[in-house]
């Protein structure tokens, strides 16, 4: 589940109205879309020039990590089902880059933007009729070590753009507020959770305030080849609504796999979650399914030194190749 998504009224039933001119505000608005995602296109094109041949153990560690140290563009599709009494479904598709900067020697600026391509809303108080359009974007700006150990830190702030093209796709409202991501890679997979609350800034009376909770879980277990299961529900409150309106929690898992295609590191997964807690009422979706493909990109000192470390590691265990030195020979001669 994505922020944008959390910040559309799916709860309750809307009419729909076509403006029939363009006003000033629509021309200022498809500029401030294409602007943005043009900087978008850009900053992706040249963070994809730089890779570094990895092996698949440290790939899966970099498609699971979501400060690492690489290149990443995830397209991410979510669909929720059974909302509502006709049952409706609505869907999203996101391109979620992150594009790594090295800002000092032990520092590293680490962006990540969640666009919405395109989201379609129903009107899930009728059979029929919806909202097609962009959906707002969010950028986070974590600052994280370069060098780290079984244990990384990211932190930043979050800013909420107001990128939709349709009041049902997006909240209307620029926002900011912080991020805080931990991570966790021991040998067997990965534990990742990232908490980010956003509060609307001053501006457009007429839509709602946001002050959303967004809680991004995420624990995998490896499996022989590259595969590996996985549970990654985004938790979600609303503070804007009553207790019983206010908490979504899924449920559920899936499974994924990090592979090459044709030189190409790709890391995919599916899965499906209950919403266990929504919002009371039958308006809100009980089904989510997330499937996600990511192109990694690895590049940076992080890969550099686990390839590093790995290469020592490897020599230590096989000893001096035959015919040459060891490292006491090497430095003092032979008694």
Known sequence: MDFSKCCRKTTRPRIIRLALSLKATDIVSAWRVQTFHGLLGGLLFAGATLHAQQTLDNLEKLARNPVADAVKIPFVEDINFDAGPYRRTSNSLQIQPVIPFEIAGNLLLIPRILATLVAYEPEVGQASGGSTGLGDTVATFFLTPAHTGMVVWAVGPSLLIPTATDTNTGAGKWGLGPSLAVLVQPNWGSAVATVQNIWSLPGNSQRTSVNQLQIETSFSLNLPHGWYLLTAPTISA????????????????????????????????????????????ELYPKWQMSLQCTLLYPRGSRAKSSAAARDVGASLRKGPAKGSKGPIDENHGSD
Request: net charge negative; charged share 20%; aromatic share 12%.
């Open 238 to 281: 609303d503070w804007t609504q009553s207790n019983g309106e206010r908490w979504v929690v899924p449920f559920g898992g899936g499974v994924g796999r990090t592979l090459e295609i044709a030189k190409q590191a790709v890391d995919w997964n599916i899965a499906l979650y209950s919403n266990a807690i929504r919002p009371e009422g």
